[in-house]
């Protein structure tokens, strides 16, 4: 598919997916008139894309993760001891927004029951 199509398809400016193209988290091959042209499973990887940026993770964050989101551990480059350091370094930062949810979750409903329990809830 073109990129206008991929565009279309996910909600990604075709800016965007030319700056994902150039950072290599996105593959693209090239017609014989330069176009880009995506496969099907383009619209998943733009999609994860765009979740892990809403997310708060950098495109460099994501240009470093982008081997674990294929299938294919076995086929890709084993990663260098600063990668490694990276990836647990990543980890750690997943827990803690992983526990700073699940805090605000708790609060949340703590709040909840505290409101049902002095009486539901106000309507203007």
Known sequence: MHIGELAKKTGASIR?????????VLRATRQENGYRSYEPEAIEQV?????LLALGFTLDDIQLLAPCFTQHVETSTP??????????????????????????RTNIERYLEAVSAAGGTHDD
């Open 79 to 104: 990663p260098h001891d600063t990668e490694l350091a990276q990836f647990y370094q990543k980890i750690e930062e997943i827990d803690q927004h992983i526990k700073t949810l699940q805090d605000l």
């Open 16 to 24: 965007s997916l030319r700056y994902y193209d150039q950072m290599g």
């Open 47 to 51: 999609r994860k894309i765009r979740s």
